[in-house]
């Protein structure tokens, strides 16, 4: 097991390393029963761990919410994840071997997350899987996948604080997110306070406590931070609160459904963000929200994220193109949506590098692992299993989309236990 | 106890009923089902303890709680609380900036314990906490309502609404609680590893041994004078409150019962699935609980393991082979069990399977008689029992109880109010 | 905290602050008067009165395509066509709702909590299915949008207007037709003493049918106006419910004054427990102060005397 890549000893990598024996004795017994089952010697060679690979296919699940709370988000993911399969087995599958995937669905609900990662692992026996959304729907199948060894594409930018050996993030973790967003704020638009609104869970928590950090050791003021349940509707009083301490930057992190009913009703309370009096930034608002707000309550707005679909480079027009002649033409692509569409490419890229499915060696594999053919531009997988990748500024147009005005020059290092944040 | 009291707690029809139940879960489930479904049983188990509970207090007292998935997430998060000080000794967290104290606590920037987790290092502390906090808050709750004769729909919203405001709570106060990720990644108890597949084989059947305690104490507060008092009290409370007895404690009494049953099946959920998390607190799971119960049948507490089971696994099986239209399925399953079959399982049990059964052990005792008199109807009858039995066999219906004696029409008079009479 | 800011901001804020509790009021108004008509007078436990809203918010969004696409010279009048369409459709949905399932159940109240919450699955379930899981963004007419500004500081929504107008012109409809009307006094005769009701020659069954109907339909006339404020999703009818049952509660379920009293208690304990602190603690006592009135005083607010 190669721990050295990690920094110190992280909780999570410990666990794995006490795992009992008894459960690898298992495995090899797999691992022979397998080989001599012979369903193909070719296929033992690249598949010492008993993995659902056979000769000409290989299994990965998709585990997302597609009922409940969560599918308005998560449905984005299941599509391009099911566009990438598609693709690469156009392009003959993965050391030759065609991708099948087998759909869980999560339901918006942390235990049947729990419950259907395990059944991808155990007894579908998947060589990776793509999915998962929320971070506690992740928090909730990351002992699994460190107890079974899966391999985990994880799309959504999210808190960090993390880092597992059985999880790719191919979105950003919070200080990629948020500090190139803060620096392009003040510099440009000379902002000088802030007020930090969000969700009540731990994403926007965290996030905001970052940002708060960043925005006192710039010598800025947070003039409120303001936390509503999941799924509230009523936003009149905190616009109110807005109104009476006059900040420059609303920095909003609110999600989901309470996400349409602050953008609707800030609007509706006179608050024209084209007039940059204050100034909205977002980072948790893609092209997919818009479709719920309505582009012409969010026009004006900025939002700090790694990817838009109107990003002009010609990895990403081809990607637009795909997805819409795949999806339809209406369907709108957000930042997780390319993310999520990165990891079944990111994950053939490890394959074949390793010349294995097994996943210590897929692993081994992904360190330094580059992309040049993601929608977003460049991307290099961290040794902390994070991308290194740019940020930019998007500025919300009134037809749901936004246009690119700011990206920072050089790729960001990913950086999920940030000194000086926590 | 006697052997006559022990004859009318469980008299001899009832008893089939506890012996294919054990059957099935001891015997016939570990041995067909991989570890990795077993492990799934026993987390619909866990959910039969609320169900359990409900029988007594929905079925018999007339009292429709629909905020069980506190009780059940009290439990959860009190055991899992203890797991987690486990999980979190300094030298696995000694990355955090604090290391030693749960990993969520350090992202919230809490630097030493909060002094309500502290006795959590103590397992007897943990187990007489799940017992006892869940016992008092049912008590106040109840004690508050019952007292001023609240019930029916009024008692099933008041208890929603205590729903709502716990999830949000937890929610709310992350770095306590573990916000809405829950409490995840414990790993052991007392230093044994609740992860391996040997744990989860023993967690099982310790989850089944707790499951049967849980059924016999409901089954003796059923048998006993107060589970007729109860049935008495749902029907006219009124006439039993003027022949002397005090019928709030009684309601409160069961409510608290049920409330125990919920949390045990609670702590024995985290221990199984290895985390807990606000979405078995809300509503929406409460609400769950309260169709296993009435997919089991609501006055049969054998029913209502079934129910959960049964509910349950449709939903994992469902979900696992139609993931676009698993709901209308589910919602479906909810209509017709309250539509056509009001009693669950339990009803189906008694109109048809139980009176097969009567002709056929009467046919096997004709044959043993005088085998020429055996007619040619009776023996029609007989085979198609037979195969009527081959089905039933396949899977086990519950015991069905004392139904019989209560006209259907009358169940809800008491919920009914001022809204009708 | 006010020590900061000066006389005319206050005031400002204050005004605003009371309209904001206003429209929180109306925007509960709306949401529980369909259901107090249901609960109230029928003793059925709807669990899917959200998904009810949801529907008018639906047909608000197709009604919004069909005049963007055919009638663009009409859009900015659409809304109140949309309305009208949202409370047919879910009056009809609701009345075949009664018809095939909740008159099978009126002796069994509790039980129609369980079947409308198998209802409210499929139905969402059916909505995934046909407008897709995302949230649907409905376009709504300019003049709806946008503030009106009365001094320099103080702006007032107008889609909060719309809301507060469309509150008080349905609960005075309802009201009428309650205590002016013939169908009125009939749905109160049936209230009061069913089996009376039904010698002195009231069709009970109608009465319920119509009820029902009329409560689902303006559920969906809710749903409707929340387009206004609120997201269009599959589930977007979950984030309702426990506020309205509360509402309805609390007002005391057999009142139509008490469920409007009620809404405007805890609409003006809540907004303005939310702008002296955070959102979720506001959220938890306002619940926690329903809870415990309702603990002193179950019955709720006002309540109907009838003998039992």
């Known amino acids: ?422 | 106890m006697s052997y006559q009291g022990l004859a009318s707690l469980l008299p001899k029809k009832e008893i089939f009923g506890f012996l294919v139940l054990g059957l099935l879960l001891v015997l016939v489930l570990p041995l067909t089902l991989d570890i990795f479904r077993l492990n799934l049983i026993g987390k619909y188990l866990t959910y039969a303890f609320v169900a359990i509970g409900l029988v007594l207090c929905w079925g018999y007292g007339g009292i429709l709680s629909l905020g069980q998935g506190v009780f059940f997430g009290l439990g959860g998060y009190l055991m899992a609380m203890f797991l987690k000080l486990e999980a979190s000794d300094p030298i696995t967290t000694k990355i955090q900036s604090t290391p030693g104290i749960p990993d969520f606590m350090d992202w919230n920037q809490i630097t030493a314990l909060p002094f309500f987790w502290k006795p959590f290092y103590s397992l007897p502390f943990t187990l007489a906490a799940i017992i006892v906090v869940p016992g008092i808050i049912a008590y106040v709750v109840g004690a508050a309502m019952f007292k001023r004769r609240v019930g029916g729909v009024y008692f099933a919203i008041i208890t929603q609404a205590v729903a709502a405001i716990l999830t949000i709570l937890i929610i709310g106060q992350q770095g306590y609680t573990g916000g809405v990720n829950g409490m995840t990644d414990l790993r052991t108890l007392q230093g044994w590893d609740i992860r391996t597949d040997q744990a989860k084989y023993i967690l099982y059947f310790f989850c089944v041994f707790m499951l049967f305690i849980c059924l016999l104490v409901a089954q003796f507060i059923r048998k006993s004078k107060l589970g007729r008092l109860l049935v008495a009290m749902r029907e006219k409370e009124d006439r039993v409150r003027f022949s002397g007895y005090d019928v709030s404690s009684f309601k409160i009494f069961v409510f608290c019962a049920a409330a125990v049953f919920a949390a045990i099946g609670g702590a024995l959920f985290t221990l199984q699935v290895g985390f807990m998390s606000p979405t078995l607190v809300g509503i929406v799971p409460s609400i769950e609980m309260v169709i296993f119960c009435a997919v089991g049948g609501r006055m049969s507490i054998i029913g209502a393991v079934y129910g959960a089971l049964l509910v349950n696994w449709s939903k994992s099986i469902l979900s696992e082979n139609f993931p676009e239209l698993w709901l209308f399925a589910l919602g479906g399953l909810f209509i017709a069990v309250v539509m056509a079959f009001p009693d669950g399982l339990a009803g189906l049990y008694t109109t048809y399977v139980a009176p097969r059964f009567k002709i056929w052990f009467a046919a096997i005792k004709n044959v043993g008689k005088t085998k020429l008199e055996v007619n040619a109807e009776q023996q029609n009858t007989h085979t198609k029992q037979r195969e009527e039995n081959q089905i039933a066999t396949e899977k086990p219906k519950p015991m069905k109880v004392t139904i019989t004696d209560i006209p259907q029409q009358n169940i809800p008079s008491i919920t009914q109010g001022a809204l009708h009479e | 905290m006010f020590a900061e800011y000066s006389t005319s901001d206050l005031i400002s804020i204050f005004a605003m602050q009371g309209v904001a509790g206003l429209i929180l009021f109306s925007v509960f108004v709306l949401m529980a008067l369909g259901l107090a008509i249901i609960f109230g007078q029928m003793g059925v436990i709807n669990m899917a009165h959200g998904e009810f809203m949801i529907l008018g918010a639906y047909v608000t969004y197709l009604t919004s395509h069909l005049f963007s696409t055919y009638l663009p010279g009409f859009f900015s009048v659409y809304f109140i066509l949309a309305m009208i369409l949202a409370f047919i459709a879910a009056g009809a949905l609701g009345a075949l709702v009664e018809w095939a399932m909740i008159r099978h159940l009126y002796h069994r109240p509790l039980d129609t909590l369980l079947a409308t919450w198998g209802l409210s699955l499929i139905l969402q379930q059916t909505y995934r299915s046909v407008f897709g899981a995302r949230e649907v963004g409905v376009t709504l007419p300019d003049w709806l949008m946008g503030s009106v500004k009365i001094t320099e500081t103080i702006e007032l929504p107008i889609n909060g207007l719309f809301v507060m107008c469309l509150a008080l012109g349905i609960s005075t409809a309802v009201g009428i037709l309650m205590y002016r009307s013939r169908w009125g006094i009939q749905v109160r005769a049936v209230v009061q003493n069913r089996p009376m009701a039904g010698a002195v020659g009231i069709n009970t069954a109608r009465v319920d049918r119509i009820t029902f109907a009329l409560g689902c339909g303006i559920a969906g006339v809710a749903g409707s106006a929340f387009t206004m404020i609120g997201s269009t999703g599959p589930t977007s009818g979950q984030l309702y419910i426990v506020d309205t049952f509360l509402v309805v509660v609390f007002g005391g379920a057999t009142s139509l004054l008490g469920t409007i009293a009620s809404a405007f208690s805890i609409s003006q304990a809540q907004s303005t427990m939310e702008f002296f602190m955070s959102g979720s603690m506001a959220k938890v006592l306002t619940l926690l102060f329903v809870v415990l009135i309702l603990m002193v005083r179950p019955q709720g607010l006002f309540t109907l005397k009838v003998r039992r």
């Open chain 1, 1 to 422: 097991m190669k721990l050295s890549i990690f920094k110190g000893s992280d909780a999570h990598t410990h666990t794995f390393a006490s795992t009992p024996k008894l459960f690898d004795w298992k495995v090899c017994l797999f691992a022979l029963a397998a080989s001599l089952a012979g369903s193909g010697v070719q296929a033992a060679e690249v598949n010492t761990t008993g993995l659902a690979v056979t000769a000409t296919t290989v299994k990965v699940g998709i585990l997302h919410s597609a009922t409940g709370t969560m599918a308005i988000s998560e449905t984005g993911s299941i599509q391009a994840e099911k566009l990438a399969i598609e693709q690469i087995n156009a392009m003959g599958g993965v050391l030759g071997r065609k991708i099948e995937f087998i759909q869980e669905d999560g339901a918006s609900d942390w235990p049947t997350f729990a419950e259907k990662s395990k059944k991808l692992l155990v007894n579908d026996k998947v060589a990776a899987v793509f999915g998962c959304w929320t971070s506690a729907s992740r928090k909730a199948v990351l002992p699994i996948f460190e107890q079974y060894n899966g391999m985990l594409y994880y799309p959504t930018f999210y808190e960090g604080l993390e880092q597992s050996k059985n999880v790719i993030y191919t979105g950003q973790e919070a200080t990629q997110q948020i500090i190139a967003g803060i620096d392009w704020v003040t510099k440009t638009k000379g902002a000088k306070s802030f007020y930090l609104l969000g969700s009540d869970y731990i994403w926007p928590r965290t996030s905001n406590k970052i940002a708060r950090k960043h925005i006192e050791k710039l010598g800025l003021k947070v003039v409120g931070e303001e936390y509503y349940p999941l799924g509230h509707t009523q936003f009149n009083s905190v616009i109110n609160k807005i109104k009476l301490t006059k900040p420059d930057v609303i920095y909003g992190i609110v999600v989901g459904g309470s996400n349409v009913a602050f953008y609707k009703q800030l609007k509706a309370a006179g608050i024209d963000m084209t007039k940059e009096k204050p100034l909205l930034l977002t980072i948790s608002v893609t092209e997919d929200e818009i479709l719920g707000i309505g582009g012409e309550n969010m026009q004006g707005a900025y939002a700090s994220m790694k990817y838009f679909q109107s990003l002009p480079n010609a990895n990403n027009k081809k990607f637009v193109a795909d997805f819409k002649a795949r999806w339809g033409k209406d369907v709108v692509i957000g930042d997780v949506t390319q993310a999520a569409y990165l990891g079944a490419w990111l994950w053939k890229a490890a394959v074949e590098k390793a010349g294995s499915f097994d996943v210590d060696k897929v692993r081994a594999a992904s360190p330094g692992l580059e992309l040049t053919t993601a929608p977003e531009g460049y991307v290099k997988i961290h040794p902390n299993h994070h991308l290194w990748s740019k940020t930019r500024i998007g500025h919300a147009r009134p037809d749901g989309q936004y246009d690119v005005v700011f990206e920072t020059k050089e790729l960001i290092e990913p950086d999920p236990f940030p000194k000086g944040y926590q």
